[in-house]
């Protein structure tokens, strides 16, 4: 039985599928074989879930550079400016979440958005401008995998709903 068949079959029986790793490993991998039509599906709360965490992190830097600059080993100005340039991206990623069809370009606008963000925040920990913490480290890296996390979701979803259009 081929794994997509079988995967099929346990869709049937009501449980989830899982697919199979193609390459040298041949292990299983837990994500379903119809994730990118979940992803298309539930667009709007993925945009609702990236509204509230960068919603959290714009208030994190502008309100806490202060405090955070000790501890991340960040300057308080670099934390409160990176603030500052989320907020209208925030406002972008709630009107697309808010909307019953997201205009494509403005998709594309936010996905390109993460991706520069999350290639900026990999630089600026390698470019030696700034001296982080461990956890100045972490929070940059951090955010930046989960970013571009974002991104590919987002990609994801636009591509899958091309395909059903």
Do not use: K
């Not at 991998?29 to 119809?34: C, G, I, M, T, W």
């Amino acid at each position: 039985m081929s794994p997509r068949t079988e995967a099929r079959g346990l869709l049937a029986a009501g449980r989830p599928a899982l697919s199979r790793v193609h390459g040298d490993t041949g292990g299983v991998s837990l994500v379903p074989e119809d994730f990118e039509e979940f992803v298309t599906a539930r667009w709007r709360e993925l945009y609702a879930v990236a509204t509230v965490t960068t919603g959290a992190c714009v208030v994190l830097l502008i309100a806490g550079a202060g405090f955070l600059e000790s501890l991340l080993g960040l300057p308080a100005a670099l934390l409160r400016g990176a603030g500052l340039v989320l907020v209208p991206f925030v406002g972008l990623v709630a009107w697309l979440g808010l909307r019953d069809h997201a205009p494509r370009p403005a998709v594309w606008a936010v996905i390109g958005l993460n991706l520069l963000w999350a290639v900026d925040s990999v630089l600026l920990v390698l470019s030696g401008w700034v001296q982080p913490t461990a956890a100045g480290m972490a929070f940059v890296l951090g955010q930046a995998a989960v970013v571009a996390m974002y991104a590919e979701l987002q990609f994801m979803g636009l591509r899958r709903s091309a395909v059903l259009a």
